[in-house]
């Protein structure tokens, strides 16, 4: 498995509340991403990382930012969360930017 | 918009069996085409990628065929087994608004029967 990992696997949040999630990798991959995957919607890319200090948005990131300081990290940030972002979150990385893309475990958040 | 679909949405199979998932994208101009593997509660895993210059990749008993002009792709897998049992997503990356921005189908969830 790609050297990926998700921090924290489940978070509990209230309403109002800013959430940060971690991604960190040990490949030295280029191309970082964040996705969402929800029932009845799939997987959608929420943000990615073309390298330090370089991000894009993708197509669902109203209420999301990102920030990437290293070349091993990616944070995703809910400014303020809301029920409507209770997901499984998934990071992913690539080397190239038509390569494959491998993913973390996932991180499940629930905003009550 | 680029469209993904994937039918059938679950599937459940003798131990066995040789099957054909499929996959089908509106937009015929892509780089490629993945198939991705997700296990209960786990995160992706990648099975295959084909080129768009490529009708065809194999890597075990899984096998993917690419039709670009008629937007489809297929996942054969061979023989199949209870470990198997995943489900089954692909993914284009539209050349239109990045190679990397992959839109996903929501997948088949595939159950392989003792």
């Known amino acids: 498995d790609a050297g990926i990992t998700q921090s924290p696997r489940h978070k509990v949040t209230e309403t109002g509340t800013p959430v940060t999630l971690r991604c960190h990798q040990t490949?030295?991959?280029?191309?970082m991403y964040w996705y969402r995957q929800d029932p009845g919607h799939g997987l959608r890319l929420i943000h990615y990382s073309y390298g330090v200090k370089d991000t894009d948005k993708g197509e669902v990131s109203d209420g999301y930012s990102v920030s990437r300081s290293k070349t091993e990290d990616f944070l995703l940030t809910l400014e303020s969360a809301t029920s409507s972002q209770t997901s499984v979150y998934f990071c992913?990385?690539?080397?190239?930017?038509?390569?494959?893309?491998?993913f973390g475990p996932g991180t499940r958040l629930l905003v009550l | 918009k680029q469209e993904v679909t994937q039918i059938p949405a679950a599937l459940s199979v003798p131990e066995g069996e040789n099957l054909v998932l499929n996959c089908s994208f509106t937009?015929?101009?892509?780089?490629?085409l993945q198939w991705f593997r997700q296990d209960p509660g786990k995160g992706l895993t990648s099975l295959l990628l084909i080129q768009s210059s490529q009708r065809e990749q194999t890597s075990g008993r899984l096998n993917a065929s690419l039709d670009k002009s008629s937007g489809r792709s297929t996942l054969y897998i061979a023989a199949s087994q209870p470990g198997d049992s995943a489900t089954y997503l692909c993914?284009?990356?539209?050349?239109?608004?990045?190679?990397?921005?992959?839109?996903f189908g929501t997948g088949t969830q595939l159950k392989v029967e003792l």
């Open positions: 992913a990385i690539s080397d190239g930017v038509l390569e494959t893309q491998y």
């Open positions: 993914a284009v990356p539209p050349i239109t608004g990045g190679g990397n921005k992959l839109t």
């Open positions: 490949e030295n991959h280029r191309y």
């Open positions: 937009d015929s101009a892509i780089y490629n």
